[in-house]
């Protein structure tokens, strides 16, 4: 029997891939264990030990993606903005970004919740008091061709872009993070808790399913070349 060059060639290189995609697979599944772990010890912390200032917040950068804290000032609603679609337990709606001014003079993108597709602003709760908030400050997410691009000029946000957004509502000093707000759903409009960050991980099912194919693949290969010649 003639050897099988291109069917052996073409194998051994989908096996390599297969197997370079699951051994990623097991790099991001240790980077996001690690990033929950982070999360959870974060949320252990009292949000009230620690003040969200421009100063306190310039640390955040790839190695420290988040951190929890409070920060003191006003909403600015005449800026808010709907940021969506965005569902909450199959519901689909909108989160709300509403801009807050710190005692420092700098602004701080605060998403609020999430409320239904139909509500109105007159039907969600708008302090106009100086107030205390605590939350998670983080980057946003970055872009990505999912994700339709924003249209200020329609009032459509898709994605968070503080830069874009204060050039669009002509704010200044508006700081390059999102203070994700603390909150328990009590009835009441935005709902808080639909903003957790809560990321999955399904690395080890997608890793897994990579390896299987590979063998597949071999097994395969086996039965058509290796013992069917023998």
């Known amino acids: 029997m003639k050897f099988p060059f291109w069917a052996t060639t073409l194998t051994f290189f989908s096996v390599v891939i297969l197997i370079g995609l699951g051994s990623w697979q097991l790099y991001r599944l240790a980077w996001k264990t690690e990033l929950l772990a982070q999360i959870e010890v974060e949320h252990s912390k009292s949000p009230m030990d620690f003040e969200l200032t421009y100063e ?23 800026h808010e903005l709907a940021l969506g679609p965005r569902t909450y337990k199959g519901a689909p709606g909108y989160h709300i970004i509403t801009p807050f001014e ?18 109105t602003e007159a039907d969600f709760l708008r302090p106009e008091e100086p107030l205390i908030i605590t939350g998670t400050a983080r980057k946003p997410e970055r872009a990505n061709s999912f994700v339709p691009k924003n249209s200020p000029a329609q009032g459509a946000w898709y994605r968070l872009d503080p830069e874009e957004i204060a050039q669009a509502k002509s704010l200044q ?9 603390d909150g328990e759903s009590k ?23 990579w390896f299987t194919m590979a063998g597949v ?7 058509r070349f290796i013992r069917k010649k023998s």
């Open 217 to 223: 693949l071999l097994v395969i290969y086996y039965f």
């Open 102 to 119: 710190t005692l420092d003079s700098h602004i701080v993108l605060v998403n609020r919740g999430w409320v239904p597709l139909d509500m």
């Open 187 to 209: 009835g009441e409009y935005p709902v808080a808790t639909a903003t957790k960050w809560q990321p999955h991980n399904k690395h080890l099912g997608y890793a897994l399913f």
């Open 173 to 181: 000093a508006v700081l390059p993070y999102v203070l994700y707000v």
């Open 56 to 78: 306190n917040l310039s640390f955040l950068n790839k190695d420290q993606l988040f951190v929890r804290g409070f920060v003191e000032g006003v909403y600015l609603h005449k």
